[in-house]
């Protein structure tokens, strides 16, 4: 087996292939290949691709409204995001991977690294081991995966490049188990920009020095390197050699904000309305508040009308309303954000869009209760919230909301053509007929 002199590691990144719509298809097999499309908010962009809409050469980001023609003619097939489905299928992937090892870095909602020095024992070959990952995690999800296998992440990303464009490697890619002739030759036809760090700018810089592969940046002068990019692009071509310079981040990172914002569905016109999404917004920013164990102690409120109605007056205004004392009870956030929402409201605009942001924040074990807490605050707020949580995970998301986001929710984004919430809802769970 071939390894870096100094590497002791050997990592594993999972990718699941094409993954909104990969997570549609699982649920729905009738889009088995079919060109499917899933849509941003509001029905707007392309934000995720099938691999037959790819081929049609619809890029990522592109405008739905541009696509109708090319739609119709190719019977494209277009969904309207289902986040929820989508972050519930991530749980599902990342709790199969810890089977496999207890080092798991959930690097984005469709990627995980995994730490697998001394794990991939249990099988023949790094490679073995990567087919029962892809193998289980399809069996129990019917979610497709590639892995690629190296001594660092940076390779283990261009490893799982690989295992997705050589149809040789049959998903999994092991670079660890590589000769260095083989490995050289792999990299020799890798672009460079498909580097993990190196972004489109730089990239345009490499090529204007000679550096066009990965083959070619592996080998360059490290003096030039430095000299051109810095220390960062030094430690890259380590990690490219199989020198592991970035461990595993098991833990996540604290925030230092939390935001929810989203474009209405349609134009608002009244603060009432405007007040039913902003305490929607705070309710979901205060679940993800709570859920990382934090409190926050300033909340910011902002509204804005349409950037592209060049026939309309343009308005945007936000404030920032700071707490008492730090708090993650949603009664108390919510009054806060609405108290921002009046003072910046003007009359007489059309808003497109709302949002809040959750500021100051701090661990809630370290939150000191004062004698005279009022609502929103001390041992019987995190009681309420407590129930809050339990109930809507029980029985589904705003079962229990306040009385200010409303019943009607005109407001809210499109989302004409979302599919069920097949594994989060009892009422929309798949339905299976006996023949």
């Known amino acids: 087996m071939h390894q870096a002199d100094g590497s002791g590691q050997l990592y594993a990144l999972v990718d699941c292939n094409n993954f909104f719509v990969s997570c549609e298809r699982a649920l729905k097999p009738s889009l088995q290949g079919r060109p499917v499309v899933v849509l941003s908010s509001n029905d707007g962009c392309a934000v995720a691709r099938s691999n037959e809409v790819k081929a049609l050469g619809v890029k990522m980001g592109a405008p739905w409204f541009q696509m109708q023609a090319l739609a119709r003619r190719h019977g494209i097939v277009a969904l309207s995001s289902n986040f929820t489905l989508y972050g519930d299928?991530?749980?599902?992937?990342?709790?199969?991977?810890?089977?496999?090892?207890?080092?798991?870095?959930?690097?984005?909602?469709?990627e995980s690294f995994l730490g697998i020095k001394g794990m991939d024992g249990q099988w023949a070959t790094p490679s073995a081991m990567g087919q029962a990952m892809r193998q289980r995690v399809l069996q129990w999800t019917g979610l497709p995966v590639c892995v690629g296998v190296a001594n660092s992440k940076t390779l283990a990303k261009l490893a799982n490049h690989v295992a997705k464009k050589q149809p040789d490697f049959d998903s999994v890619c092991d670079f660890s188990s590589m000769t260095k002739s083989e490995l050289d030759a792999l990299l020799a036809?890798?672009?460079v920009n498909e580097v993990w760090g190196i972004g489109r700018k730089t990239a345009e810089h490499l090529r204007r020095i000679g550096i066009n592969t990965v083959g070619v940046l592996r080998q360059a002068s490290v003096n030039t390197l430095r000299t051109h990019f810095g220390v960062v692009m030094e430690r890259i071509v380590s990690e490219l050699h199989g020198v592991s310079c970035l461990g595993l981040d098991e833990a996540e990172t604290p925030r230092q904000q939390i935001i929810a914002s989203r474009s209405f569905g349609a134009p608002v016109m009244t603060v009432d309305a405007l007040a039913e999404a902003v305490s929607s917004y705070v309710a979901r920013a205060c679940e993800r508040l709570r859920g990382q164990g934090l409190v926050c102690g300033a909340v910011h409120a902002a509204i804005e009308t349409s950037r592209f109605k060049e026939s309309e007056q343009h308005y945007a205004n936000g404030v920032t309303v700071p707490l008492h004392d730090p708090a993650d009870d949603v009664r108390l956030l919510t009054g806060a954000a609405l108290s921002?929402?009046?003072?910046?409201?003007?009359?007489?605009?059309?808003?497109?869009?709302?949002?809040?942001?959750?500021?100051?924040?701090s661990p809630a074990a370290i939150r000191q209760h004062s004698l005279f807490d009022s609502v929103g605050m001390g041992v019987q707020s995190a009681q309420v919230m407590a129930a809050m949580d339990a109930v809507n995970a029980l029985?589904?998301?705003?079962?229990?909301?306040?009385?200010?986001?409303?019943?009607?929710?005109?407001?809210?984004?499109?989302?004409?053509?979302?599919?069920?919430?097949?594994?989060?809802?009892?009422?929309?769970?798949?339905?299976?007929?006996a023949g």
């Not at 090892?101 to 959930?106: G, L």
């Not at 009359?347 to 942001?357: L, N, S």
């Not at 029985?395 to 069920?420: K, V």
């Not at 594994?423 to 769970?429: G, H």
């Open 189 to 191: 036809h890798i672009d």
């Open 340 to 361: 921002g929402l009046r003072r910046i409201f003007r009359a007489g605009y059309q808003y497109k869009k709302a949002g809040v942001i959750l500021m100051d924040l």
């Open 89 to 110: 299928m991530s749980d599902r992937v990342v709790a199969i991977l810890r089977d496999f090892s207890p080092e798991v870095e959930v690097y984005s909602i469709d």
């Open 395 to 433: 029985y589904g998301r705003d079962t229990l909301h306040l009385g200010s986001a409303g019943t009607q929710s005109r407001w809210m984004t499109r989302s004409d053509n979302r599919t069920p919430l097949y594994t989060t809802s009892w009422d929309e769970l798949p339905r299976v007929r």
